[in-house]
């Protein structure tokens, strides 16, 4: 099995996203950045290898919420990771969420963790 290497990032926040994509490319990971609803569905609806989603605490709850319910409706076997901060929590299905102030390496674990364990899920 091959672990999916390319993570569509989704944020409101250019420097934020900037730090991410950094830290992704620096572990080897394809980085797409959106930065607006349009662009995250278009980039879901595209054929690609996007092998999970990365969605940033800087993303409004009402885009939070349409966009994992409009990705799971495309592509329902992509993982969505949640980047939280401590004070606005969210209500969107995600498939995981860590603390945004855990370590680099927390966050790339959680994102090996995710992709190989849903890349194994039985169809």
């Known amino acids: 099995m091959t672990i999916p290497t390319s993570i569509l990032t989704i944020s409101r926040d250019r420097s934020l996203q900037r730090t991410k994509t950094i830290i992704l490319e620096q572990a080897c990971y394809t980085v797409s950045a959106a930065l607006n609803d349009k662009d995250a569905v278009s980039f879901v609806e595209a054929p690609n290898n996007i092998g999970l989603v ?69 169809v």
Do not use: W
């Not at 919420?65 to 606005?88: A, S």
């Not at 603390?99 to 190989?116: K, V």
């Open 54 to 122: 990365l969605m940033c605490y800087s993303v409004p709850e009402a885009s939070r919420q349409f966009l994992v319910t409009r990705i799971k409706e495309l592509r329902p076997r992509l993982p969505i990771l949640m980047l939280c901060n401590g004070y606005d929590p969210t209500d969107a299905k995600v498939d995981g969420s860590l603390h945004s102030l855990e370590t680099p390496e927390a966050m790339l674990d959680m994102i090996g963790f995710m992709t190989r364990i849903i890349g194994e899920s039985p």
